[in-house]
């Protein structure tokens, strides 16, 4: 079963551009998840989406928006970009809600290393 | 606020030895769950383990186990046997529910070191 996958895997951008990152989850997996990495701020959950519904929503301003098409992949759009927000987005996938009463175990693509300059 | 503190940058261990990471949190939530992350160099995020504030009983997978201290709001990660495969940074992390959905709040990480 192929894993998480996230295109593109690097990627360059100025400052003002907007940018769309892809991630097509585990074969039979309707949830996806998506988080920023950077060394300043860590890890934070951007905002987890199911059904092509947004479940979940991590404290991220309007510029960070997502959407969820109904083969469950998923895309995460960033418009005018910032410097701070170069960083590794990671997404993950599990077959229900990854967040809510419980857990559903989730897996995590290799990620996509945005740099802004 | 939800916080989660690791309050270790770095840890080694021996290989073979069983080596404890430190996490404790705060939350006013009396619903909300406890994960623990494994990065290796390589980036990609490996869920390790979870505990529900509810559960009454300390989470176990393999040779991974989770130290749930309610009243100290501690969350510790217990590794026996430890491998130099295990060598990565490791993310304490919690699921609060807040403005009508929920939220993963993690901590800054442990890097730890296998020594063979």
């Known amino acids: 079963k192929a894993g998480v996958t996230q295109t593109p895997r690097y990627l360059i951008k100025t400052r003002g551009q907007q940018v769309t990152l892809s991630c097509s989850p585990i074969s039979g997996h309707r949830s996806v998840s998506w988080y920023q990495q950077t060394p300043g701020q860590g890890l934070q959950f951007l905002f987890e989406y199911f059904s092509e519904t947004q479940r979940n929503k991590g404290n991220f301003p309007g510029r960070f928006s997502g959407r969820q098409f109904s083969n469950s992949r998923s895309e995460m759009n960033v418009s005018t970009l910032e410097l701070g927000d170069s960083a590794l987005y990671l997404c993950a996938s599990s077959p229900q809600p990854s967040l809510g009463f419980g857990y559903n175990e989730q897996f995590f693509g290799p990620g996509t290393r945005l740099t802004v300059l | 606020a939800q916080k989660i503190t690791q309050t270790q940058p770095g840890m080694f261990v021996q290989e073979k030895e069983a080596v404890t990471l430190d996490c404790t949190y705060d939350t006013s939530d009396p619903s909300y769950g406890l994960f623990w992350y494994k990065q290796p160099s390589s980036g990609e995020m490996i869920f390790l383990i979870y505990?529900?504030?509810?559960?009454?009983q300390n989470a176990t997978e393999g040779r991974y186990s989770l130290n749930f201290q309610k009243a100290r709001k501690s969350a510790n990660l217990v590794i026996s046997a430890s491998q130099l495969g295990d060598s990565a940074m490791y993310f304490c992390a919690m699921k609060h529910s807040g403005a009508g959905s929920y939220q993963l709040t993690f901590g800054k990480g442990t890097k730890l070191s296998v020594i063979p």
């Open positions: 505990q529900g504030s509810y559960d009454q």
